[in-house]
């Protein structure tokens, strides 16, 4: 079984500062990945970053980046220079690969994040 | 390209009654998953798909049905709609690489 875990219900930070949300998971998995997904007051899903399990280097897009420590098994999301528009809930998933891996992801329950001007 | 497409995008339904909520992709994924969100919470898988005819169960499938006769679409079918239904339902795509594609949702209330 996969399971993803969030312990920041909400965070603040003010505009232009970086910030870091929180993600452990557990996967029996040898082989996975792990995503970042937005989801601003509207509603929809916006996907905003990927990690493989087996990938060297920590993933970047942008303002983004996903700090992986396999031997931790964690994979913050760090949102450096902090904007009005990233207030919006986070959520973590992972896919497994492996056998009991499923092709679905599986989510975390989400950090709620306000940027303060 | 419309990426995954749900309709509708808002329903009220009354307690016992069915329905189907519609899902379509339109860049040949092989992966399809309905999931529902409840207030506060995290998406919880339902039902997936790993390709044309292949379904299986998520985490809630209870009251929940599926078929995948194409690889376009992947509709979910509420047999006896509870209160308990209430939830916002997205549906997803991917093709088993670095993103799950999602729809804009669709926000069900059961009365």
């Known amino acids: 079984a996969q399971k993803i875990t969030q312990t920041q219900p909400g965070m603040f930070v003010q505009e232009k500062e970086a910030v870091t949300l929180d993600c452990t998971y557990d996967?029996?998995?040898?082989?996975?990945?792990l995503f970042w997904y937005k989801q601003p007051s509207s509603g929809e899903m916006i996907f905003l970053i990927y990690q493989g399990s087996y990938d060297e280097q920590n993933a970047t897009e942008g303002r983004y980046s996903l700090n992986f420590q396999k031997a931790r098994k964690s994979a913050n999301l760090v949102i450096s220079a902090s904007q009005l528009g990233d207030s919006a809930m986070y959520f973590c998933a992972m896919r497994g690969f492996g056998a009991t891996g499923r092709r679905a992801l599986t989510f975390g329950s989400g950090t709620r994040l306000q940027v303060q001007p | 390209n419309a990426g995954v497409t749900q309709t509708p995008k808002f329903q009220v339904l009354k307690t016992g009654q069915s329905m189907t909520l519609q899902c379509a992709q339109d860049?040949?994924?092989?992966?399809m998953s309905w999931y529902r969100q409840d207030p506060g919470m995290g998406l919880r898988l339902i039902h997936y798909?790993?390709?044309?005819?292949?379904?299986d169960q998520g985490e809630v499938p209870n009251g929940y049905n599926v078929s995948r006769s194409t690889t376009e679409d992947f509709p979910l079918r509420l047999l006896s709609a509870a209160p308990s239904q209430t939830s916002v339902y997205f549906c997803?795509?991917?093709?088993?690489?670095?993103?799950?594609?999602f729809g804009q949702g669709t926000r069900l209330t059961v009365v």
């Open positions: 996967t029996s998995d040898q082989s996975y990945g």
């Open positions: 997803a795509s991917s093709k088993d690489s670095t993103e799950a594609f």
């Open positions: 860049m040949n994924h092989e992966y």
């Open positions: 798909s790993v390709g044309a005819g292949i379904t």
